[in-house]
């Protein structure tokens, strides 16, 4: 009798063994469907987030002025630019001249020639390290490397037209940005 009641014993132990194991089977199951619904909520919450980072940014101003400027660098002059920001605070991560170009003298049917001065050309920055912040209204030096100078001085430029790239973070490569600046003494 004592050992039918031992085997009672042990059929009734896995009967509640095999109760537990579904239930942590059934519990472990709704478990894991709740992280998969936390998952594709914060999916979700990440998108709704980046979409409205891009809404936001769609609507912050980002404007840069230059000027012309000229620079002695090793005894040598040359050509550089001056970058303005003119809206909001901005991270300004490199640059490049895509093209300077001054007027000639008028010729005899009364045009004026365009002369370039140069044309897709590296920018370093003046005393300073990039990625810079610019706030509105700051500026930062640029000077074309290697150096170039004017052919014709006295003729000055007449526009710049450059690359600037810049993100309102400092991370990343930045955003590219063309800028042009004409000068009001050429027209």
Known sequence: MQAELIG???AGGSIVLI????WYAWLT???SKAAVDSAESARLAAEAASASVLAAMANIKVEFRLAQSYYFTNGKESLGVSVWSAGSTVFVHRAHLRVAYYMGRR???GGWPVKTIAQDHSLEPVDV???IRLHRNERVEFVLSPALAHPNPPAGVSRLEMSIWYSLDGRGEGTERIVTWDNPESS
């Open 129 to 131: 390290d990039l990625p």
């Open 107 to 109: 010729t005899r049917d």
């Open 19 to 22: 109760g537990v194991t579904a």
């Open 8 to 10: 009672w014993i042990q």
């Open 29 to 31: 199951s709704k478990m």
